[in-house]
Structure formats: structure tokens, C-alpha cells
């Protein structure tokens, strides 16, 4: 299938492995995705200067094929992770959190594809004018950071596509073809999943968090720190007692402090689901196994014809 994406990255099928941090923190599930002619992402926000350095020259090892790193932009070690990146001649990058310029055109001249991570039609278009060349747009089902301004994926992927030229990647609530399709339906050109890619062998976190998405239920997560960067997570005893600190009208020190006192590799490492940040997507409630990544995307892609043939797309 060829669309604005595919033909941008150079990849087979229009699916991306989003950038997750920890459980894409490593070379396998990237090469993995890669291979299977999907894009694979690395997350390098949490990993270490010389992990980070270390899981690039293995992916680049590893896979011939299109291959993309995740750096937060505004990261104490976000310099050194984009001079690796920049000396690696990365292919793609998927950036996030923070403003592009002074970065683009240094990668433009490698021949790198510029890829933004965006939560509202602001930010969409903020990224278009500074001259990307795609849209990643994570709807409020998504795990990790969804808009704080909570609108659906199905709402807000739609509403981008209106208002931008660029092409949109959809992120939030998809795991599996079906999702992919509906996507594709709303104009978007690729999908990015996270969630369904934590339930695979190659995801690089403890077996209690793969196991507490495929337990999940689609009403099982909840947002958490509504009012500053919010997350998405599995509800646990850390949610409720954010929820309960919510109801019972604390301030907004109290909720931050509360709110740095659990974290994602508390969950992502340690296996601490009962306290840590256990960020996934509404989508935990649609991932039923744990199957290695390479066979996800060949489900993908053979749910993805079945649904465009059930609604006359193909
Ligand atoms: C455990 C976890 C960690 C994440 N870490 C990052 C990250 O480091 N950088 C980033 O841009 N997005 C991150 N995200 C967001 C994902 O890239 C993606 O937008 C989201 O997973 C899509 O929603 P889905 O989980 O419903 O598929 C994370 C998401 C999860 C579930």
C-alpha cells in the first residue's frame, strides 16, 4: 500500500512501533518492526548517552531497511543524544516534546526525514511552519502522553488532516488493522502503535507490565495530572490515590508532588505495577497476547485488507 508516508520513509506498510520508553529503549523490537516492513522507533528519552549509542550502531547493524530514533527536544541529555543520531546518519527521526528549529536543517543536510510528535491543531501547525516534513497526532486514547486537552483520536487525527498539507501519522487507540484502516478512512497516510507493540517478547520491560496490558480492560486506564503534562496509564494504586487526592480538592503542589512520586521505570523496569506510572493506551483492553513483533505486523497488515475490503477501500 503506498501513501504520503510510505513514500517519505521509504517503508513497505504504512504502520509505525511508536517510541516508548524502556519498552523501545532497545535495538531488537526496532530491527524487528523494521524487517517486517513497518518502522521501528527507538525511544532514547530514558537510555543512558552510551546505551543510546550503543542501540543505534546494533539497529544499524541489524536492519537495511528504514529505521527512526525518538528524542525528546527538551532533554538535559537531548545535545548528546542528537550529535549520536546526527553521526549515525539516522534515516528518521521522530521528535517530541519541544521546539525543531536549530535541528532541522542539520538533519535535512544527512538526508534525514523529520517526523513531530503533536497533541492539538496548534502545535500541528506550529510544526508545519517550522518546515517538517510529517505529523505524528496522538488522540486521547494514546498511552504515554496524550493531548491534555483530551480530545479522541478519531476527532482530532480528522481535524489535523483538515488543516495542515503535510501528511498525518495517526497515534492513540489503534492495535490492530482494523484501527489502521479506520485511520486510513480519516485521511491519516500512517499509524503509529504503541501499546499493542509492549505485548511482545521483544518489548524491553518486565513480564508483570506485559501481563497487566493483556489483563486490561479497554476502561482500565486512567489520566492522570490533569492540569500539568498529563498520562495515560493503567489505573493501579498509584491513579487512585491521585484520583482520590483530586476529589478531595488538593493543591496543585500537592498533586505535583504526589505525581513525581511514582514513575514509569518503576513499572517499566522494577515490575511495580501496583505504585509505578504503567503507561499504556486505551488499546491495552483490544491486546489479548503477547506475539512476537514481526508477527503483529503480518496481522496488521492482513487485518488491514480485510477491513478495507469489508468497507469497499480496497
Ligand atoms: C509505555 C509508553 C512509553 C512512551 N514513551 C514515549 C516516549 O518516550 N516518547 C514519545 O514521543 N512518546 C512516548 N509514548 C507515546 C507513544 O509514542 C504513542 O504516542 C502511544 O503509545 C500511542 O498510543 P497507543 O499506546 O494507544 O498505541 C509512550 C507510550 C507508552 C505506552
Redo the contacts with the bound molecule.
Keep these: 500500500m503506498k501513501t504520503r508516508i510510505t513514500q517519505l520513509l521509504g517503508i513497505e506498510h504504512p504502520i509505525i512501533q511508536?517510541?516508548?520508553?524502556?519498552?523501545s529503549s532497545n535495538s531488537t523490537l526496532v530491527i524487528e518492526v523494521s524487517n517486517a516492513g513497518g518502522m521501528g522507533v527507538l525511544?532514547g528519552?530514558?537510555m543512558r548517552v552510551e546505551d543510546f549509542a550503543k542501540a543505534v550502531a546494533e539497529i544499524k547493524a541489524g536492519t537495511a531497511k528504514p529505521w527512526a530514533v525518538?528524542i525528546?527536544l527538551n532533554n538535559p541529555r537531548t545535545p548528546q543524544l542528537l550529535d549520536i543520531a546526527h553521526e549515525a546518519r539516522i534515516p528518521v527521526m521522530?521528535a517530541?516534546?519541544g521546539g525543531v528549529r536549530g535541528h532541522l536543517a542539520r538533519f535535512r543536510g544527512i538526508g534525514t526525514k523529520w517526523l513531530h510528535?503533536v497533541a492539538s491543531v496548534e502545535h500541528a501547525l506550529k510544526a508545519e511552519a517550522a518546515g517538517v516534513d510529517a505529523l505524528?497526532v496522538?488522540g486521547a486514547?494514546?498511552?504515554?502522553?496524550p493531548p491534555p486537552a483530551e480530545v479522541s483520536t478519531l476527532v482530532l487525527v480528522r481535524r489535523v488532516v483538515k488543516s495542515v498539507k503535510l501528511p498525518v501519522v495517526a497515534?492513540?487507540?489503534?492495535?490492530d488493522g482494523y484501527g489502521v484502516a479506520a485511520m486510513l478512512a480519516l485521511g491519516a497516510e500512517g499509524v503509529?502503535?504503541?501499546?499493542?507493540f509492549?505485548a511482545t517478547p521483544e518489548a524491553s520491560v518486565h513480564p508483570a507490565y506485559k501481563e497487566a496490558v493483556l489483563k486490561a480492560g479497554v476502561g482500565d486506564t486512567a489520566f492522570v495530572g490533569r492540569g500539568g503534562h498529563p498520562i495515560r496509564q493503567l489505573k493501579n494504586g498509584f491513579s487512585e490515590k491521585y484520583a482520590a487526592a483530586e476529589r478531595a480538592g488538593a493543591t496543585a503542589e500537592e498533586l505535583e508532588k504526589l505525581f513525581d512520586s511514582a514513575s514509569?521505570k518503576q513499572a517499566?523496569l522494577d515490575g511495580d505495577v501496583a505504585w509505578g506510572k504503567v503507561?499504556?493506551?486505551?488499546?491495552a483492553g483490544l491486546v489479548d497476547e503477547i506475539l512476537p513483533a514481526a508477527e503483529v505486523m503480518r496481522r496488521l497488515v492482513a487485518e488491514l485488507e480485510h477491513a478495507r475490503r469489508n468497507v469497499g477501500m480496497a
Aim: aromatic content about 2%; hydrophobic content about 40%.
Design positions: 511508536a517510541a516508548m520508553s524502556w519498552a525511544a528519552g530514558p525518538n525528546p521522530v517530541s516534546q510528535v505524528v496522538d486514547e494514546a498511552g504515554g502522553h497515534s492513540g487507540g489503534i492495535a503509529q502503535l504503541g501499546t499493542r509492549i514509569l517499566a503507561e499504556a493506551g486505551q488499546s
